[in-house]
């Protein structure tokens, strides 16, 4: 395994469509590869979730994993999953404020709305068809995630950007903001 680098804002592989993998593809040793490094690319980064556009792979795999964090500790957990070729479903209108950062955004949080449940169906790392019904984080982390396959960054969903803040800024005057944080 090896760590890759994270592309950043500005960089335009963030900005186009990411390509499906098909299954031949998605058993080939460099998309296996390509997998295992970006779970330890996202676990070095302490990040919970990492698409391929961010280590500049335009294809559509993202990975997502939710630890205890001490720091949020109401938020849910979620085990690593390896989410290919994902489609989500919004099974609501009701939406949720939440605080986001981003890897390829750094020193930055900001305010986004996001629809509060989702489905979503994906092929795990496998090839196995999936789909899971998500409700708050986990709803919220996918909805992010998958923006990045389709070239969009958390400040794209923004509506109001006057809560944009940097990191030190926003801990000194909003850590103790009640809408779910998210990064
Ligand atoms: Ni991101």
């Known amino acids: 395994m090896a760590l890759r680098e ?3 804002l500005g960089n335009p592989v963030l900005r186009r469509m990411a390509e499906p993998v098909s299954l ?8 296996q590869q ?10 070095a980064a302490a990040g919970i979730g990492l698409a391929a556009p961010q280590v500049s792979v335009p294809k559509q795999i993202q990975i997502i994993e939710i630890a205890a964090n001490p720091r949020y500790p109401s938020a849910p ?8 070729n994902p489609e989500i479903t919004f099974l609501t209108d009701e939406r949720i404020e939440v605080w986001e950062g981003c890897l390829s955004v750094d020193g930055l949080r900001g305010k986004v709305r996001r629809t ?3 489905a979503i169906r994906f092929l795990d790392r496998h090839g196995q068809e999936q789909h899971l019904e998500l ?7 996918a909805q992010h995630e998958t923006d990045h396959l389709v070239g969009k960054v958390f ?13 030190a800024e926003w801990e000194r005057y909003w850590l103790a903001d009640p809408a779910l944080v998210t990064e």
């Open 6 to 8: 994270i592309a950043k």
């Open 155 to 167: 400040l794209d969903r923004m509506e109001d950007m006057s809560s944009l803040a940097q990191i």
């Open 24 to 31: 031949e593809e998605l058993a080939a040793p460099e998309t």
């Open 116 to 118: 509060r449940r989702i």
């Open 77 to 84: 957990t979620w085990p690593l999953t390896v989410l290919v």
């Open 34 to 43: 390509l997998i295992d490094d970006m779970i330890e690319t996202m676990r």
């Open 135 to 141: 409700e708050d984080f986990p709803a919220v982390v």
